[in-house]
């Protein structure tokens, strides 16, 4: 049982390059976030999506679109990277009574 | 800025002390969590706290939610090398919309 799966664990962007985040999960969960962690700055909400087929925009949007391919997947997306995007970024799902988020190993993303 | 600020942001203790970590809002939440993170892992629950004024102990650790559920405090007593990690909390203000706080690095020095 993996729980969140995200691919890639590592990625070099050059400016202005375009990639997507994939994120996967085999808990049978209705919500999926994408976070964003940078030093000094805790972990910072991009976007959610409470159930498939809905998503809406956390604390920084900006610059990232998202997909809920199925109740399975949630992915992010980097139209054009920007130095300042570089950063790990986390994938989570919770359905559960408790609302205890689980985790992904992270995906560190560096934009030169 | 963000919602919750932690306080303080580093901290470096001898094993055996104790020391209490903030998190402070002026923004309400339905619950409020604390998580610890290791390097190169996501972050695991330690615990949920969802009725103002609450205390849960979990080993040596203890949680609080504030009264008006806007800030809360994790106190470590007997602290251990093994507590070493980054603390985070993080509230849910709408139904499972959650927001971090801007964490806490401890550093337990045997």
């Known amino acids: 049982n993996a729980g969140v799966t995200q691919t890639p664990k590592f990625q070099v962007l050059k400016t202005g390059q375009s990639m997507t985040l994939q994120c996967a999960q085999d808990m049978n969960h209705n919500s999926m976030y994408w976070y964003r962690q940078d030093p000094g700055m805790g972990l910072r909400l991009i976007y959610y999506s409470a159930s498939e087929g809905t998503t809406d925009k956390g604390e920084v949007p900006n610059g990232y679109n998202v997909s809920r391919l199925n109740k399975r997947e949630f992915s992010l997306r980097l139209e054009s990277a920007a130095p300042s995007q570089t950063s790990v970024y986390f994938c989570?799902?919770?359905?559960?009574?408790?609302?205890?988020?689980?985790f992904g190993e992270g995906s560190r993303l560096t934009v030169l | 800025t963000q919602l919750l600020e932690q306080s303080p942001q580093f901290l470096s203790i001898q094993e055996g002390e104790n020391l209490t970590v903030y998190c402070n809002s002026s923004s309400v939440f339905s619950s409020l969590q604390w998580y610890r993170q290791e390097p190169g892992e996501g972050p695991v629950l330690l615990v949920t706290?969802?009725?103002?004024?609450e205390v849960k102990k979990l080993k040596r650790l203890t949680f609080q939610f504030g009264d008006a559920r806007k800030d809360s405090s994790l106190h470590i007593t007997a602290a251990q090398p093994g507590d070493t990690g980054l603390y985070l909390c993080a509230g849910d203000r709408t139904g499972n919309q959650f927001y971090f706080g801007t964490g806490t690095s401890l550093t337990v020095i045997p």
């Open positions: 989570a799902t919770t359905g559960g009574v408790t609302g205890e988020l689980f």
């Open positions: 706290v969802v009725t103002g004024g």
